[in-house]
T-cell receptor, first 111, second 114 residues
Framework: GESVGLHLPTLSVQEGDNSIINCAYS??????FIWYKQESGKGPQFIID?????DKRQGQRVTVLLNKTVKHLSLQIAATQPGDSAVYFC??????????FGQGTRLTINP | KAGVTQTPRYLIKTRGQQVTLSCSPI?????VSWYQQTPGQGLQFLFE???????NKGNFPGRFSGRQFSNSRSEMNVSTLELGDSALYLC?????????????FGPGTRLTVL
């Protein structure tokens, strides 16, 4: 199918803590996944991606984990900062440039 | 390098009217994709153009159409507007290359249908 879903619509964490955003996908044939961040009034911004032949990929303060057995994707943000407050989307690639997005999780960083 | 630009940023129309939205991709990018974002349905793929040809299409009615010009700029048109067409319309451009290429999103056009 074309659904990419998220477990929780909202998440609040204390500044400095780590956050984990989860995503479930349904298309087991997908081989490429991306996390996007969308701030108010802006378009989605690429954070990190992972291919299906990987279990984990790390970036600057972010880590994406992929569990193909249960079709689950997660984004870990370390040492959260106020600027991390945004809506986060997972997306899978279907077709050359077609992104199928999840519903999004709103992350709020509390001071 | 300038980012993706979309015009207008805000638009108010009434039911039954038609609307044209414009997207200017990043210089050198030849692929332009369009997405509709609503609170209820989230981000949904509309279509993608590459070298003036529609290469992929989402599940939207024929009232939604698009085109791409030789300079890679793209327009999308929605005819016979319905209240449910109120949304943020996002375009994204990608550089040429084999397979998937990162999409860079513009700020969107906020369309309100009254």
């Amino acid at each position: 199918g074309e659904s990419v879903g998220l477990h929780l619509p909202t998440l609040s964490v204390q500044e400095g803590d780590n956050s984990i955003i989860n995503c479930a996908y349904s298309n087991s044939a997908s081989d490429y996944f991306i996390w996007y961040k969308q701030e108010s009034g802006k378009g989605p911004q690429f954070i990190i991606d992972i291919r299906s032949n990987m279990d984990k990929r790390q970036g600057q303060r972010v880590t994406v984990l992929l569990n193909k057995t249960v079709k689950h994707l997660s984004l870990q943000i370390a040492a959260t900062q106020p600027g991390d407050s945004a809506v986060y989307f997972c997306a899978e690639i279907q077709g050359a440039q077609k992104l199928v997005f999840g519903q999004g999780t709103r992350l709020t960083i509390n001071p | 390098k300038a980012g993706v630009t979309q015009t207008p940023r805000y638009l108010i129309k009434t039911r039954g009217q038609q609307v044209t939205l414009s997207c200017s991709p990043i210089s050198g990018h030849r692929s332009v994709s369009w997405y509709q974002q609503t609170p209820g349905q989230g981000l949904q793929f509309l279509f993608e153009y590459f070298s003036e040809t529609q290469r992929n299409k989402g599940n939207f009615p024929g009232r939604f159409s698009g085109r791409q010009f030789s300079n890679s700029r793209s327009e999308m048109n929605v005819s016979t507007l319905e209240l449910g067409d109120s949304a943020l319309y996002l375009c994204a451009s990608s550089p040429p290359g084999v397979g998937y290429n990162e999409q860079f999103f513009g700020p969107g056009t906020r369309l309100t249908v009254l």
